[in-house]
């Protein structure tokens, strides 16, 4: 069984930066693809970003593009979330995901099969 473990989230200003981390356990991270995602208060779960499992390809919201980044050290069995001018809007419990198939990289979420417990990332204004 896959564990996905976030860290990083926390209260930053507008404008300001914060990198998110995600490690993984208990599988072949480098055979899997993978997301995240973000849920804002009273708001449905959405796709932010993607990264395939070699880092070839990535695929980012609109919302985000330009700002977000995604990366991975397969080594470290770790996905990152580099974060920068963030804004108010970007408030959220952000998640990180695993696909199993790794077939492309996907943006719903029923695509992916491991799920982390998320870490809150607040944008004061």
């Known amino acids: 069984q896959v564990q996905l473990v976030e860290s990083g989230g926390g209260l930053v200003q507008a404008g300001g930066s914060l990198r998110l981390s995600c490690a993984a356990s208990?599988?072949?991270?480098?055979?899997?693809?993978m997301g995240w995602f973000r849920q804002a208060p009273g708001k449905e779960r959405e796709f932010v970003a993607a990264i395939s499992r070699s880092s070839g390809r990535t695929l980012s919201a609109d919302s985000v593009k330009g700002r977000f980044t995604i990366f991975r050290d397969n080594a470290k069995n770790t996905v990152y979330l580099q974060m920068n001018s963030l804004k108010p809007e970007d408030t959220a419990v952000y998640y990180c995901?695993?696909?199993?198939?790794?077939?492309?990289?996907?943006?719903?979420?029923?695509?992916?099969?491991?799920w982390g417990q998320g870490t809150q990332v607040t944008v004061s204004s």
């Open positions: 995901a695993a696909d199993r198939s790794a077939y492309a990289l996907y943006t719903r979420q029923n695509a992916y099969d491991y």
């Open positions: 208990g599988g072949t991270f480098s055979s899997y693809n």
